[in-house]
Every structure is written in C-alpha cells, then in structure tokens.
C-alpha cells in the first residue's frame, strides 16, 4: 500500500500504536460527513468514468471482489466469499455469500451478478458500458445454482482479476434491468451498507445505515453525507466543522492551511496517485488529424520544468507515460525522454515544434481548449498549458465547464482539444490503457480515433500471463500510443488527503475510487 503518515499525524500514529485493543475498538454510530468537489451526472457506475459517481454511490452496493484499501493491491471479495481459477486461465468461479439482499428486500442471487457482467460487457442498445473493452475476452457465464457463477473465458486474460475487482462494477437487480435496462441512471437500489436517502442537487447526498447489511455488525455508522461544494469552500467548511474530509485530494496550500490553524485536529497522508492529467485532440477535427499538429502542441508542454513548478501549488507530480512512474509495468525515464514531448530540451522541442507547425500551415493556429470545472488541478493545469502553447505561437481559448456538459462535449466529440483526467481504481495495464483504445473497441476514447493498431497491442498485452514477456508488451504499446499523441499524459497526480482524527478504518489508497463504499469506517467521538 503507497501511503504514509507525515509530520504532523506522526505523534498520533505512534500514540495509537501504543494504545491498548480496548481502546481501539470500533465504535457504533455517527454521521461521516465529507466534501465532494463535483456532482454526478447520473448514478450509473457501469457508464461513468469519475470520482464524482463512485464516492457518493460505492457505499450504497457491492461489488464482486474489491481492491482491500488496507493492503492495496491485494484483492479481495466482497459479494464473493471465495473463488478458483483454472491453472489455465480460462474459467473463474465464485461461491457467493448466502443472504444478501438488496435494499428493497429482495435476495440477491447469481442471477443478479450475472446479469450485471452481461450489462458491463455486452450492454443493451442505448446502454453505455465505459469498460466494455476489458471483457472481449469473456466468452459466457454460467449459474449453476444461486450462490454460484462461472465465468468462462475465450482467451486468457492476465487482468481478469482486477477487472472483477473495479469499484465501478456495481450489481444491480436483475428483475429491476429486466423491467427498465437504465434505471441505476436515476435510481440507487443495490445490496451496500448504506441506503440511499436523498441527492438534493447543488447541496448534497444522504445514505444512511442498511440494517439488512450481509456483513455482520456493520457498517458502524449511522450513516453518511456528502456536500457538493467548490474546491475553494474545502478548507474552510473543514475548519468550520462541516464536514471532516475530502477524499479527492487536497493541494498543498489548502494542506498546510489546515495544518498550520491545528495541527492536532488533523491526520495527514500523501502518496503515489494512480491518476494522470493528459492532453487528448479530437482527430475528427481538423487540423488535429495531423500528427504533426498533434506532436508539435504536444512538444510545446515543459513537462519536466511544471512538474516542478506545479506541484508546490497543486495535486500534480511526476513525468511519465500511460502507466505511473515507478510502476513496475512504466516506462523507463531513459526510454520516456526519447519520445515526442518528453525531451528534457524544452527550447529544442519548442523549435521543432514551430517547424512542424509551419510545415502545416498552421503557425498561427488558434482552438478552444476543454477543460472540467474542478479547481484542482484541471483549472491551473489548463492555465499553464495555455501559457505553453503560447511559446510557439499557438492560441488557445481556455474553456471550463461543468462536469456534466465537459463529459458529454468528450463523448459527442464536440471539442478540439481537451485536458482529460484518465484516472481507474488500479495501476493494472488494462485499466490504464482503456482511455487510449479506439472508438470502435472503447466508449470513453475521447479522442475519437480508429487506429486498430492500439487495440491490436492492447489485446496481445492483456493475454500475456508471462509477467516479464507482459512488460515488454506493455512498454511498446505505451509508445505506440505516445508517438500517435491521440491521447498523450502531461503530468501525473500527487494525492493529499487530510481528515479528522475521529475518522478510523479509512486507509489511503493511490486511488481516491478505491475505499469509498464505507463498510469499515467508524468514528471516535473522544479523538
């Protein structure tokens, strides 16, 4: 697990350490109220793509298995009480709990489980699954009885595991999809610990304690709610006893900020982020069909010199391609700086840039640039990139929106060029390139593109159960993908998260999508 506790939370961490088991005990009870810097567009985990739906609606259902926050990466289930996997690949199978039952009192079975997979890999007509890609290796599924299911696959696929384990694999009501496919669009009904009470729009989200919970003596709280508020409100809505967290992140600022008003009010963590901000061009729009336009927009960005800079201000940090720095499937810096706008000569780059512009015809080119209305880091992001372009003679009209209008312009491809936030629950291959696929093999490619080449690399990584042969399979698909430039990184995330000491059993994860469903969270009122 990527987390630390630093400076100021080091003498409380020690004190716990020290404290008796008594005194640690999980207590009952209470409401955990937390900041949401955006509003989900709708509630339907198998479509969207953002923290926004996953950390009001997690706690209201279940998933197959799950990322345990504690010792990420280790998975383990959740609907699923155990499993075996064939020594070749090619089946799966899972005994589920017995007496689940979702909120409306009706049993969950797994007819519920398979008819959730079927949904996310094989949706109905006008159904959008954002992660249909990653299961064109599923072959059929089988239930044999109502605690049992099966999953066979057509090929092998080295990420099957943590494709079953997404927090964005919420199950739903079979009867429910039967009678309306779309109804987790407008309506939370699952198996969770919590309830859903209300979502008043603009204000805030309200779930409360499912006492019908499988998991015996949980979840201890009461209940949870969420305040939709602007990334500029977070501190003082903490400081004033609001609400005791943001589990997005925080920048560096609003950190020491809290810090410095009371230290000993506050935990701190920091660590690794399973999330990058990139650069994405609608190639359906011209001149952005143009790899040279492309490269040299891509080439104008001093990647090296703002991570630098960015991070003393905001959540960012770190240079590096599809997959993480540092991660044992990324790109070497030496192979990374090789590549088109990932050179460390940024002058050198900004001329060949101008020339490739020129030879274009373009080089007094003029778009608007899309950008989502969340403060960090898209807004000083966008700023800086704006400023980037602006040294090789290129203009760009910073346009933010709202997440729900930014969301829609990506899919309709109603944009030029973008900064997009290609963020998923893990550092696993599949989940990291499902942003870059084609239009053809993934709905959440907002570049528009068609080049089967990517699927093609895609899928040979994806099969490949050899881990030393996969990260060969890997690398070369990350640098197709960066020398295309359809969608290429500019910087990677760094997460802060600060709460209230009374918070327990929330553990910090390189995802800010992995621990939100609340199952184990408590409070301590005498902290």
Not at 374 to 391: A, C, E, H, M, N
Not at 487 to 495: G, L, S
Request: hydrophobic content about 40%; proline content about 6%; aromatic content about 10%.
């Amino acid at each position: 697990m990527m987390k630390r506790i630093i400076g100021y939370a080091a003498i409380a961490a020690i004190a716990c350490a020290m404290a008796s088991p008594a005194a640690l005990a999980q207590k009952r009870g209470g409401i955990l109220q937390f900041a949401l810097v955006a509003e989900p567009p709708n509630y339907d985990c198998h479509s969207q793509i953002s923290f926004a739906v996953v950390q009001p609606v997690a706690p209201h259902y279940s998933t197959l298995l799950k990322y345990d926050a504690k010792t990420y990466p280790e998975i383990v289930g959740d609907l699923a009480e155990n499993w075996t996997v064939a020594p070749d690949g090619m089946t799966y199978e899972f005994k589920l709990f017995s007496g689940v039952k979702f909120h409306d009192g009706s049993p969950l079975t797994s007819a519920d489980v398979k008819a959730s997979y079927e949904r996310i890999a094989n949706p109905p007509e006008g159904i959008v699954s954002a992660r249909k890609a990653i299961y064109n290796d599923l072959d059929t599924i089988e239930t044999p009885n109502d605690t049992t299911i099966i999953f066979h696959m057509k090929r092998p696929n080295a990420s099957m595991l943590d494709n079953f384990a997404s927090p964005y694999n919420c199950i739903y009501s079979a009867a429910k999809l039967k009678q309306n496919p779309r109804y987790p669009e407008t309506e939370v009904m699952g198996t969770g610990a919590f309830v859903f009470v209300e979502n008043v729009r603009g204000s805030h989200w309200v779930g409360k304690r499912f006492d019908g919970y499988f998991r015996s003596g949980r979840p201890y709280l009461d209940g949870f709610k969420a305040f939709f508020v602007k990334s500029n409100a977070v501190v003082s809505g903490m400081q004033g006893g609001q609400f005791d967290a943001e589990f997005r992140t925080l920048t560096p600022s609003q950190r020491d900020q809290l810090i410095s008003a009371d230290k000993d009010r506050w935990t701190v963590h920091e660590g690794p982020w399973v999330g990058q901000m990139s650069l994405v061009f609608n190639v359906t729009k011209k001149p952005f069909d143009d790899i040279r336009v492309r490269h040299a927009l891509s080439m104008a960005i001093d990647r090296w010199g703002g991570s630098s800079a960015l991070r003393k201000i905001t959540s960012v940090s770190g240079v590096g391609g599809t997959i993480r720095p540092g991660y044992k499937y990324a790109l070497s810096e030496d192979e990374l700086i090789k590549l088109p706008g990932f050179g460390k000569d940024i002058e050198k780059s900004r001329a060949e840039a101008k020339r490739l512009l020129k030879e274009a015809g373009l080089a007094n080119l003029k778009f608007k640039l899309l950008n989502r209305a969340v403060g960090d880091p898209f807004t000083p992001l966008g700023v800086y990139v704006v400023d980037q372009f602006r040294r090789i003679g290129v203009t760009a009209e910073h346009s933010q929106v709202e997440s729900k209008s930014y969301f829609a312009a990506l899919a309709n491809g109603e944009f030029e060029v973008a900064i997009f936030p290609p963020a998923d629950a893990a550092d696993d291959p599949n989940a990291q390139f499902t942003w870059v696929l084609s239009t053809k093999a993934s709905s959440i490619n907002g570049s528009h593109h068609s080049d089967q080449k990517i699927d093609d690399l895609f899928a040979q990584q994806s099969r490949e159960l050899d881990p030393v042969k996969r990260k060969l399979l890997v690398n070369e698909l990350d640098r197709y993908v960066i020398q295309q430039s359809y969608n290429v990184p500019i910087i990677w995330y760094h997460r802060i998260i600060v709460h209230h000491k009374k918070i327990k059993g929330w553990y910090m994860t390189p995802s800010h999508l992995l621990g939100q469903d609340l199952v184990d969270v408590w409070l301590d009122p005498d902290t």
